[in-house]
């Protein structure tokens, strides 16, 4: 089993509507928690971040981290065909220094 | 925000040919850096953590002597492939850790190759 699952999609959604992205993980030591963004044949970049368990909002974005349960999800609110990426889960443990990358969700948002 | 340069984006080589990959943090200095090999649709996958000034470490199944990293200074690491051959075509992205932030880990826009 893989430390890090995510659904690779694709997901197609309307553009507007509310689009939920999850991961799954199974090191209980992972405490950092991050969204990635990557567009086709580009770097990742970085879209929320998230310590520990709780919510987290920024504009149309919205992380949570359910730690009890080892699952997490980002929410996009108003979707826009500009979102339209692979959106990559990645997590950490205080210890480490790498990333632990799900495989990513493919997403489209059609106008 | 922390920018992470890699060149080059796109390379094309023939097979038995070595390739060299930059990656260099612009403004700000790393003293870690990642070097991951992504697949089409799949994650990206570790190949190797470099501190700089030391030798890099390796993930399992990943051979040193085929990918050769250097991390010479703290805002320069390389990663040579050697003796390329057709299945090391793929797509590598380098990362940079900004020590001056609990999240700093900011990526280079990839390297896509492609062996001949």
């Known amino acids: 089993q893989k430390e890090v699952e995510q659904d690779p999609g694709p997901l197609s959604v309307p553009e507007g509507a509310i689009v939920s992205l999850n991961c799954t993980y199974s090191n209980s030591a992972f405490q950092y928690f991050m969204w990635y963004r990557q567009y086709s044949r580009k770097g990742p970049e970085l879209l929320m971040y998230?310590?520990?368990?709780g919510n987290k909002e920024d504009g149309r974005f919205t992380a949570q981290v359910d730690k009890s349960s080892k699952y997490i999800s980002l929410f996009i609110r108003d979707s826009q065909p500009s979102d339209s990426a692979t959106y990559l889960c990645a997590m950490k443990s205080n210890s480490g220094y790498a990333l632990n990358f799900g495989k990513g969700t493919s997403l489209l948002v059609t106008p | 925000g922390a920018v992470v340069s890699q060149h080059p984006s796109r390379v094309i080589c023939k097979s038995g040919t070595s390739v060299k990959i930059e990656c260099r943090s612009l403004d700000f200095q790393a003293t870690t850096m990642f070097w991951y090999r992504q697949f089409p649709k799949q994650s990206l996958m570790l190949m190797a953590t470099s501190n700089e000034g030391s030798k890099a470490t390796y993930e399992q199944g990943v051979e040193k002597d085929k990918f050769l990293i250097n991390h010479a200074s703290l805002t320069l690491s390389t990663l040579t492939v050697t003796s390329a051959h057709p299945e090391d075509s793929s797509f590598y992205i380098c990362s940079a850790r900004d020590h001056r932030e609990t999240n700093g880990y900011t990526f280079g826009s990839g390297t896509r190759l492609t062996v001949v």
């Open positions: 998230t310590y520990s368990s």
